[in-house]
């Protein structure tokens, strides 16, 4: 045998769904920041999209992390 791992399509789906989780979470908690740094420090609504954004890109950082860790032998 090659020493490939058995993958467990259940295992997968749950992996798939928990990356999908992170993006969202992080995009929502950016969103809730930016609004609230919006209302706080800024009044030209300039602070909801960066953050939502940055979100979005710490989700893909934990989505990558995430994937590394799942696929390490």
């Known amino acids: 045998m090659s020493g490939k ?4 399509p259940l295992q ?3 992996m798939v769904s928990a ?3 992170e993006i969202f979470s992080f995009i929502l908690i950016g969103a809730l920041a930016g609004k609230y740094l919006d209302g706080r420090f800024a009044p030209s609504h ?3 999209p ?3 954004v940055a ?5 893909l950082v934990s989505c990558y992390y995430t ?7």
């Open 5 to 8: 791992k058995n993958v467990n």
């Open 12 to 14: 997968m789906a749950a």
């Open 19 to 21: 990356m999908g989780f």
């Open 46 to 48: 300039l602070w909801l």
């Open 50 to 52: 960066l953050c939502a």
């Open 55 to 59: 979100g979005f890109l710490f989700g």
């Open 67 to 73: 994937l590394k860790s799942f696929t390490k032998d």
